[in-house]
């Protein structure tokens, strides 16, 4: 599927870099079937641009506005303010990058949730296809195939109305896209056996709030002076010093920064302390049990489904949780090794049996919308 691909998506201190990950894995396997892949990606701050670029990949930035870090927030219907300017814009700001390219661009994959069919269909002329991630629902697209991975009860249907009505819709955590490391991991992962004795803590590759510490600080008050815990947190974090600092005074911590082994760590673990989010789907392939804090508006509701269909806790919004209600959780989980092996099965069931990875079923739907316009 040898074609020009154009990515937009942003990190930042505010969006995190979620998305940013998810398309890297998508990227990457895009590449594998010849394809050449740019990034657009704003100059927020806080973002993981130099990541991608590490990736080998190409990355053309937007300029950052300077309020930015003022008018962003992560509530309810302001993630237009994510963008950092208006749709029209950062269109235009696209545009311009497009037309340096000597190839017609293909896809153009977008990841955005200030994004929507305005932005869309402007674009729209100048590729063959428009490929959409979203989690929220709650705006329309003009896209060909739209990407949905999270556990919802209305499955596609939720999109209805708000994409054409010959757009595919990729729906559930069987298209979850997830990097070749963890399906070579739940390859020979073992069957848990609801013993807790490593614990992992990871609240995504920001974690402005330093939900980190304060989850260190809950496991060292529950007492559980035996358990090995691996804390892990990214380059953008901002309190990451701080975080190391506390794991060099505790010799039950061990400190990560930025780790390429995340699957690998996963897999030791047998409990999970984390945000909602993208590492969602990656824990539960891996069948690791989870105590979620949703650290965003738009974590809630998956994370409300994960624990509804048994696959995990929530413990409710990590702004509002105390470090005692946290370290109760791990005292319950360590109590009950019978809940903990179902949370896991419940966890490994939501994909299905022996099933093609995620990303591969994405990357064949993207094949066959290029067959069926060719």
Not at 14 to 28: E, N, W, Y
Not at 126 to 141: E, Y
Not at 246 to 253: K, L, N, Q, T
Request: hydrophobic share 40%.
């Amino acid at each position: 599927m040898s074609m020009k691909m154009v990515i937009r998506v942003d990190s930042s201190l505010q969006i995190g870099s979620g998305h940013v990950m998810r398309c890297l894995t998508l990227a990457d396997h895009l590449k594998e079937t010849g394809c050449d892949i740019s990034f657009v990606c704003r100059d927020h701050p806080g973002n993981v641009s130099a990541l991608v670029e590490d990736k080998g990949y190409e990355v053309h930035r937007l300029p950052a506005v300077e309020d930015d870090s003022r008018k962003a927030t992560q509530s309810g219907h302001e993630y237009k303010h994510w963008l950092g300017t208006n749709q029209a814009t950062d269109v235009a700001q696209t545009m311009e990058v497009l037309s340096r390219f000597k190839a017609q661009v293909g896809w153009l994959i977008v990841d955005h949730y200030a994004l929507s069919e305005e932005w869309e269909k402007v674009l729209r002329p100048h590729v063959t296809g428009i490929f959409v991630i979203d989690d929220l629902a709650n705006r329309k697209h003009d896209c060909d195939i739209l990407l949905d991975q999270n556990l919802n009860q209305s499955g596609s249907s939720r999109y209805e109305n708000l994409v054409p009505p010959d757009c595919q819709v990729l729906a559930g955590p069987r298209f979850a896209l997830l990097r070749n490391e963890f399906t070579q991991a739940a390859e020979s992962s073992r069957e848990r056996d609801g013993q807790i004795k490593h614990l992992l803590v990871f609240f995504g590759g920001v974690d402005s709030a330093n939900e980190t510490l304060k989850a260190c600080r809950a496991i060292l008050s529950s007492g559980c002076s035996d358990l090995a815990v691996d804390i892990v947190v990214g380059a953008s974090n901002p309190n990451k010093n701080a975080v190391n600092e506390f794991c060099e005074r505790h010799d039950m911590f061990e400190y990560h920064c930025q780790v390429s082994n995340i699957a690998e760590l996963m897999s030791k673990a047998d409990l999970c302390l984390g945000a909602g989010g993208t590492t969602t789907w990656e824990r539960a392939y891996l069948g690791l049990p989870t105590i979620i804090l949703p650290v965003a508006e738009n974590q809630v509701e998956g994370t409300k489904a994960m624990a509804a269909a048994g696959a995990a806790w929530d413990l409710g919004y990590a702004s509002k949780v105390s470090e005692n209600e946290i370290a109760d959780a791990i005292s319950f989980a360590l109590n009950d090794p019978e809940a903990v092996c179902r949370i896991s099965r419940a966890a490994r069931g939501l994909f299905g049996g022996d099933l093609k990875p995620g990303v591969e079923l994405v990357v064949d739907a993207m094949k066959e919308f290029r067959h069926a316009k060719t």
